[in-house]
């Protein structure tokens, strides 16, 4: 095997792994709330009234998985839990600002709006 192939399998490879993490309808929304702080789980739903509570469970738990979101669980009355950005999730802030003018620039261009 050539050592560009090689490099080339590699590239995809970090790729194809980074998309699994970051795969999905949802959990870049749920990251990009959590760029603005520490939030409980109602106030990431108010941000993004169309997930269901289920799917964001779901979405939540699969980011916390991949160590992107932390959950943090505080034993009082009642009982408070709240969502946030990991050091590896904050590493995800320039790939973030980078899709959204990519979007943009693809919305201007293809969408025309």
Request: with cysteine; proline share 4%; hydrophobic share 35%.
């Amino acid at each position: 095997m050539k050592s560009t192939e090689a490099a080339c399998q590699y590239e995809l490879m970090a790729a194809r792994d980074a998309l699994e993490v970051i795969q999905g309808k949802w959990r870049i929304p749920i990251v990009i709330s959590l760029t603005y702080g520490t939030k409980r789980f109602g106030e990431i739903h108010r941000d993004m009234p169309d997930i269901s509570p289920k799917m964001l469970s779901q979405e939540l738990k699969s980011l916390e998985e991949n160590q992107i979101i932390t959950r943090t669980l505080y034993d009082r009355m009642p009982v408070t839990v709240e969502y946030s950005l990991t050091p590896l999730g904050q590493s995800l802030q320039n790939l973030l600002v980078e899709l959204r003018n990519w979007g943009k620039h693809f919305r201007k261009e293809i969408v025309g709006k």
